[in-house]
């Protein structure tokens, strides 16, 4: 830091070097460290320095003020409408009007975010208010409705409270989900079982019912008249293959 030179109560900046403001870095916080600078200047000396540290997108202010030399109070205004905390309580407050918990996102992960937020949006709030609003916002955004529901027809005064027992109902959702599975892959192996049964059944009829079949028709064959031949009348075989001699057969036949 230079030097300050003081002329009775009055005191001017002589090659006194301030930091630089772009409008990406809090505002409040370079306010700060920029009066803690310049907290003796005179007014003039204050908006005349300011005006020098500004760069980049913080320039643009100037072209929002009316006066052609705006003085300090006029450019800390303009500045703290824009780049100051009050600025930022809006875009937090719209984040947390649109926060939902994130597919991939636990009930613990979700619900420090909801409370950073809220203490973002509303810093001068007071306790009770920061945690109705952080109740409201965490049942809000919560992935699963059922869950919801039933944390909200709880009325917890704190977050903390509303997040313990979303744990529970998660918990036990989850077992519920883990019975029914095992349910459903028994009544699964049943069925199967069942039908392997039922095919096995299937095939033992049918061979069952071929195998009767057969032996039907082999009592049937069995049941037929013997064969007798016609040349000498004797059963079990047929005329072309008579044992007699064909001189017999004849003799058979003039018979």
């Known amino acids: 830091m230079g030097v300050i ?4 109560t009055v005191t001017t900046p002589s090659k006194v070097k301030v ?17 803690a600078v ?7 000396d204050k908006a005349t320095s300011l005006i020098a540290a500004l760069r980049g997108e913080a320039l643009e202010v100037l072209r929002t003020t009316t006066e052609a030399s705006p003085n300090y109070a006029t450019l800390t ?4 409408r824009r780049y100051g905390d009050a600025h930022l ?32 949006a509303y810093p001068t709030a007071p306790a009770e208010v920061i945690e109705q609003l952080s109740v409201s916002s965490f049942i809000e955004g919560l992935r699963d409705p059922e869950i919801g529901q039933l944390v909200r027809l ?9 997040l313990a ?3 529970e109902i998660e918990a036990a959702k989850q077992a519920s989900r883990s019975t029914i599975k095992t349910y459903q892959y028994q009544d699964r192996e049943r069925k199967m079982q069942r039908s392997s049964k039922n095919l096995v059944d299937s095939i033992k009829d049918v061979l069952e019912k071929f195998t009767n079949g057969q032996n039907s028709e082999d009592s049937t ?27 017999e057969q004849n003799q058979g036949n003039a018979n």
């Not at 008249?225 to 064909?246: L, Y």
């Open 89 to 120: 309580q809006h875009v937090y407050q719209a984040q947390l009007r649109s926060r939902r918990q994130r597919f991939e996102e636990t009930l613990q992960q979700y619900e420090a975010d909801i409370s950073r937020m809220v203490n973002l």
């Open 77 to 80: 205004s303009a500045l703290e």
């Open 221 to 247: 064959m069995n049941k037929r008249r013997p064969i007798r031949c016609w040349t000498c009348g004797v059963e079990g075989h047929v005329r072309s293959r008579c044992p007699q001699p064909p001189a």
């Open 38 to 44: 310049v907290r003796n200047w005179r007014e003039e």
């Open 165 to 167: 027992q979303a744990l």
């Open 19 to 35: 930091p630089t403001y772009d409008g990406k870095a809090s505002w409040n916080t370079y306010l700060r460290q920029f009066e």
């Open 5 to 8: 030179k003081t002329e009775g």
């Open 154 to 162: 709880a009325r917890h005064k704190t977050i903390s409270e509303a």
